[in-house]
């Protein structure tokens, strides 16, 4: 009898958004502690770091929600608070509110700072295209 050898297969966890519910949308990559490849690992933080200095130029209340939105959907790992830590944000302190009316306006923020956010990228990309 002859027996096939199995590949063993990468997986990865499906993508929860803060309510549990599975995430809709799209992501440029998964966050995982044991990344197989540097390569990878460093296109990874070079990404969040952008993503990062992105979000420092949106205001206060946009800024928050996004942090709390990072930290979701990343995970509050070294590498996150690290980045942050460069432009003098502790994201540790930094939580979704347990008032409803707090995080409502927060999560109502959620949305144009995400337009503003998809305008900064659009511009990297059109920087990066025209060097």
């Known amino acids: 009898m002859i027996r096939r050898r199995q590949k063993r297969k990468f997986v990865q966890p499906l993508a929860l958004d803060q309510d549990g519910e599975l995430h809709q949308g799209k992501f440029l990559l998964m966050a995982n502690d044991k990344m197989q490849d540097p390569a990878l690992e460093y296109s990874y933080s070079e990404l969040i770091a952008e993503v990062a200095n992105d979000v420092m130029g949106l205001p206060p209340c946009q800024r928050y929600a996004m942090i709390c939105t990072l930290k979701d959907v990343v ?3 070294p590498m996150l608070a690290a980045i942050f830590a460069k432009h003098g944000v502790n994201i540790r302190a930094i939580n979704w509110p347990h ?13 144009p700072a995400r337009k503003k956010l998809r305008i900064c990228r659009e511009r990297h990309r059109a920087a990066q295209g025209a060097r």
């Open 75 to 77: 995970g509050e790992t």
């Open 99 to 111: 008032d409803t009316v707090a995080l409502q306006t927060l999560r109502s923020s959620l949305s």
